[in-house]
Structures are given as structure tokens and as C-alpha cells.
């Protein structure tokens, strides 16, 4: 009796604590365009949670919310994309993008040496 009293407790132990994080990947969860630049006359102005990109690593989609694709027709519309990673890079609606993580924001680009775009995004909480 002395000896499955102590596995009897670590059996519920385990059971009731909370199940890690499922995805390790930094990418999974909600983001916040901040800052959309590529050579054009003028930046687009966005304010805070006009744009959500949200990552869903589990099932590799991205669900995109953007409540101002009228006004600024050449960022990404909103509507769910099948979405691929390989090293840095990341494929979706077609496109190939490289992709990075800096100072805990989330920067997508595709040749900005040579004026393409440059998305930052913040992680939404």
C-alpha cells in the first residue's frame, strides 16, 4: 500500500496540471500590422487593429482580417490562406516571401533592397 500511494499521487499530479503549449512555432498566434513600406509615393497609414494576420501552425493557415483593403488595394486582402514555411521563407496566395523574427516583431519582406515591400507586425497579446 506504501508503494502506490506515491504513483497513485504522481498519476494525478500529472493529470491535472496543464498541458504545455502545443506549438512551439514563433509564428502561431495573432499579429498586428505597424508598418507596411515598399517604394511608392506615399506609406499607407495603419492604425493599431485595422490589420490581424493570424498564424494557425497546427493546420498551416493564415487568417487575414484588414479593414482598410479598400483604401490601400495592394496589401494582402482579408480571407483565409493556405500557407508553407521552408527556412525563411514563407508561400501563400501564390507568393514567396522572406520572413524573420526581430526584437519580438515579425517582419515579412520581399526584396526591399530593390524597393518590394517590408511588413512589420507586432504580436498581439
Known amino acids: 500500500m506504501k508503494k502506490i500511494l506515491p504513483i497513485l499521487f ?3 499530479l500529472c493529470c491535472a496540471c496543464p498541458k504545455p503549449n502545443s506549438s ?3 509564428l502561431e498566434g495573432k499579429w ?3 508598418n507596411y513600406s515598399a517604394f511608392m509615393p506615399e506609406r499607407p ?3 493599431s487593429g485595422e490589420i490581424i494576420w493570424t498564424f494557425n501552425t ?4 493564415l ?3 484588414n ?3 479598400d483604401k490601400y488595394t495592394f496589401i494582402q ?3 483565409t490562406y493556405d500557407y508553407t514555411t521552408n527556412n525563411d521563407k514563407i508561400t501563400f496566395d501564390g507568393q514567396t516571401f522572406d520572413y524573420r523574427f526581430k526584437n519580438g516583431e515579425l517582419i515579412i519582406s520581399d526584396k526591399p533592397e530593390l524597393d518590394g515591400p517590408m511588413i512589420t507586425f507586432k504580436r498581439v497579446e
Open 24 to 26: 512551439d512555432n514563433p
Open 10 to 12: 504522481l498519476a494525478v
Open 67 to 69: 479593414q482598410i483593403e
Open 63 to 65: 487568417d487575414v482580417a
Open 58 to 61: 497546427s493546420i498551416n493557415k
Open 77 to 79: 486582402k482579408s480571407g
Open 32 to 34: 498586428e500590422m505597424k
Open 45 to 47: 497609414v495603419i492604425n
